[in-house]
């Protein structure tokens, strides 16, 4: 399996090129592009990185109420796609949350289930894996479609291909209450990208508040609701070793695991990100083979 780094949270991604630099000289492997981007690439590539997955801009709006703006956001997404595959990219990290984040999740998956299906075809044929991101969304409505497995299978079953599949993140489903092991026994086949990060349960938050969000104050943590937060792999309640020999078992030994680095006590100034990536380095391969 590879390591590679998300760069969505680090503030070590205003050098990109410098970034990908301290990444290759620490003994990272990937890098996941933030867009379809051939200049990101040539960076990524030529300090002998690979790309761990994608991202295309045109995503949300194919989730649109308005069906005029869906059909264009669908032509536009399709367009990055193929640019993406004359690219040599093969893996889009997909966040299916809806323009109107109160839009309930049966709605979204009606509108996702209209637009959708062409779009899993064109990535087929173009040789592109989708990998839905299981982040739940915001509260209170986390309106994220793809992050459960009741979901997960009602999709499934509405696209088979077997190009639809899951970025495995073990930090939203224990947080969530789903027995991530088990989501690998039953969809490891379509696990096409992870992102390796933790989640901490906060006992005396849980105490004070349960599992619902804080009445009085915010939570203390940036990435977090007060009785649970995201952590570096290792800090958290995620068997890292069982979920490698399940993806093992799987079939994904290829496996890019990228490091998302959402951990409050690692976040902030370039420093930090750096002590928490080699930290995440160094606990990660620990366990994998």
């Known amino acids: 399996m590879k390591i590679g780094v998300v760069c969505g949270p680090l503030s070590l991604k205003d050098d990109f090129a410098g970034m990908v630099k301290w990444l290759a000289e620490n003994g990272f492997d990937a ?21 761990g997955s994608f991202s295309v801009s045109a995503l949300r709006g194919t989730l ?66 989708i990998a839905m991101e299981p982040w739940p969304g915001p509260p209170p409505h986390y309106p994220t479609i793809g992050c459960t497995p009741e979901m997960w299978r009602a999709m499934f079953e509405a696209c088979p291909s077997p190009a639809l599949g899951i970025c495995y993140d073990p ?29 901490a349960i906060v006992g005396e938050e849980l105490y004070l508040q349960g599992r619902l969000t804080r009445t009085f104050g915010a939570s203390p943590f940036k990435y977090g609701e007060g009785w649970w937060r995201y952590c570096i792999p290792g800090d958290g309640v995620v068997k890292w070793r069982e979920v490698v020999v399940a993806l093992t078992a799987a079939g994904k030994d290829d496996l890019c695991f990228s490091v998302e680095l959402e951990d409050h006590c690692y976040t902030g100034d370039a420093e930090k990100n750096k002590a928490g990536l080699l930290a995440s380095r160094d606990f990660l391969k620990t366990v994998m083979r």
């Open 64 to 129: 649109h109420e308005d069906e005029a703006k869906r059909q264009e956001a669908v032509q536009a997404m399709e367009a990055e796609l193929r640019e993406a595959a004359e690219l040599g990219l093969n893996t889009l990290f997909a966040c299916l949350v809806p323009p109107n984040p109160e839009t309930p999740r049966a709605r979204t998956f009606e509108i996702w289930r209209a637009s959708f299906p062409q779009i899993v075809d064109l990535c087929e044929s173009l040789g592109i894996n």
């Open 171 to 199: 930090s939203h489903m224990a947080r969530l209450g789903i027995d991530y092991l088990r989501v690998l026994k039953e969809f490891g086949d379509r696990v096409h990208h992870g992102h390796a990060k933790d989640c």
């Open 31 to 51: 890098v996941d592009m933030t867009a379809v981007d051939a200049e990101q690439k040539a960076t990524i590539e030529g300090a002998s990185l690979s790309v």
